[in-house]
Nanobody
Framework: VQVVESGGGLVQPGGSLRLSCAAS????????MRWYRQAPEKEREWVAS????????EYADSVQGRFTISRDNGKNTVALQMNNLKPEDTAVYYC??????????WGQGTQVTVSS
């Protein structure tokens, strides 16, 4: 199983970024996918989830209305569109899939920095 994030970078407050996660090694269309983030000296926190068939998405209160999660089961990718970014969104963003206590997979992360 492999998940690989991309799309991070430096953006000014109020700007936008689109993160992408490419997945392989499992039946992508069968599992919910998640994005997490970890800011310096803070614990990793959940950001957003999307169901296997894209019929349900959930967001942390801190990003509700600004971030949108989506997936393409034909391409085995999941994206996170981030708009109206704030300095407090600065973090390493991780893609995640799990289906049991012994099957919990993370990517290497992609850095998002929001600063003027």
């Amino acid at each position: 199983v492999q998940v690989v994030e991309s799309g991070g970078g430096l953006v000014q407050p109020g700007g936008s970024l689109r993160l992408s996660c490419a997945a392989s090694g499992f039946t992508f269309s069968s599992y919910n996918m998640r994005w997490y983030r970890q800011a310096p000296e803070k614990e990793r926190e959940w950001v957003a989830s999307i169901s296997s068939g894209s019929n349900s998405a959930e967001y942390a209160d801190s990003v509700q209305g600004r971030f949108t999660i989506s997936r393409d089961n034909g391409k085995n990718t999941v994206a996170l569109q981030m708009n109206n970014l704030k300095p407090e969104d600065t973090a390493v963003y991780y893609c995640n899939v799990w289906w049991s206590s012994s099957a919990n997979y993370w990517g290497q992360g992609t850095q998002v920095t929001v600063s003027s």
